[in-house]
Each structure stands twice: as structure tokens, then as C-alpha cells.
């Protein structure tokens, strides 16, 4: 089944998995060199390729797990669309995207600095691009388990990490983030169908 996975999703579910499995073995070295730290938080500091780097991180097994349950779900299917490169193109410019919300955010908020890692920046950016264009592809929640279409599915999952964002109700989990890979998908496809 792995294998039937077109190429750059099975490369990115295997390099994620690769880097977990190292950041285990590595305790927080990985974290602190890697992860996206918010711009002015001393040590460990903020770092240019951690705009892409910390999207290779994840906190737990089930971070990863749901992380590339999503990238299987929805990134098979849009690299089968796009191909490969506008593919890369869309799942890079989710993750750069998501890396600037944050820092943005974190430095406005100035809340206390914590690292933000997942791939989930990217993972939003393709739940997008899957809800515009395949907006009556059937999506099934799992919890609950209800059936809907991608396009309620993708909006109804936005408008609560907005509300998650602004009322602070999940402490730790990077909402703004999430939304700016939606926002960085958006812009991808924008562009493209200019």
C-alpha cells in the first residue's frame, strides 16, 4: 500500500518519520536547531531555515501519525492532479507561509517563546487545495464519524482554528500557523490560475 503512494508523499511521509525517529534518539538537540523559534527569543534563536526545517519536527507519535494520515488523505491526490513540482511548489508555499504567520503572531502576541513544529502548515495548505477542488469529494470526520463535503469540511475546520486562535483556548498549538498554510496554499493557487 505504501508504495501505491505517489513519489513525493511517499518521500514526505518517509522523511518525516526518518526525523522523528531521529528527534527521539536526539532528545531536544533537533528541537532547539531546527524548530521555528519566534524571532527575538534568545536561546535557542530564531534561524532562517527553520522557516522549513521545523515542518519536518512533531511533538508525539500521534502528532505525526494524524500529520501524515492527513498527507496520505489529501497530498496523493493533489500530486496525481498537479504533478509533482506545482505538488512541491503548493506543500512548500503552505509550510513558508504558515512559518510567517507565526512569527508574525508570536512577535505581536509576545507571548511566552515556545518552538513550533509540525507539518501540519503544509497539511492545512493541501486540506485546502482538496476542499477547492474537489469541493463534493465526501470527507469523513473521525470523531465523530460524520460524512460531509471537502468544501464544509475545509471551512468549518478553518473558522475553528480562527476561533481557537483568538480565544487561546489550545495553549501550545500554533492556529495562526494552521491558518497561514491555508493562506499561503490560497496564494499558490491564485497564482496558477492567473
Do not use: D, K
Amino acid at each position: 500500500m505504501f508504495f501505491s503512494i505517489p513519489p513525493v508523499t511517499r518521500l514526505l511521509i518517509a522523511a518525516n518519520v526518518v526525523i522523528f525517529l531521529g528527534e527521539l534518539a536526539s532528545g531536544n538537540a533537533l528541537i532547539a536547531a531546527f524548530a521555528l523559534w519566534p524571532l527575538g527569543a534568545g536561546y535557542p534563536a530564531f534561524e532562517p531555515w527553520q522557516i522549513v526545517t521545523y515542518s519536518f519536527l512533531h511533538a508525539s507519535w500521534t502528532h505525526l501519525l494524524f500529520n501524515m494520515f492527513a498527507l496520505f488523505m489529501f497530498g496523493g491526490e493533489l500530486e496525481r492532479l498537479f504533478g509533482a513540482r506545482r505538488y512541491v511548489n503548493l506543500y512548500v508555499a503552505g509550510v513558508i507561509a504558515a512559518a510567517l504567520t507565526q512569527l508574525a503572531f508570536s512577535t505581536l502576541a509576545q507571548s511566552r517563546p515556545y518552538p513550533t513544529i509540525g507539518a501540519s502548515g503544509g497539511i492545512f495548505g493541501l486540506l485546502l487545495t482538496f476542499g477547492m477542488y474537489f469541493p463534493q469529494r465526501t470527507v469523513m470526520l473521525l470523531f465523530p464519524p460524520i460524512p460531509m463535503p471537502a468544501w464544509l469540511f475545509v471551512t468549518l475546520y478553518g473558522v475553528l482554528e480562527l476561533v481557537l486562535g483568538v480565544t487561546g483556548t489550545q495553549e501550545g498549538v500554533a492556529h495562526f500557523a494552521h491558518l497561514g498554510g491555508m493562506l499561503g496554499a490560497w496564494l499558490m493557487i491564485r497564482r496558477r490560475r492567473r
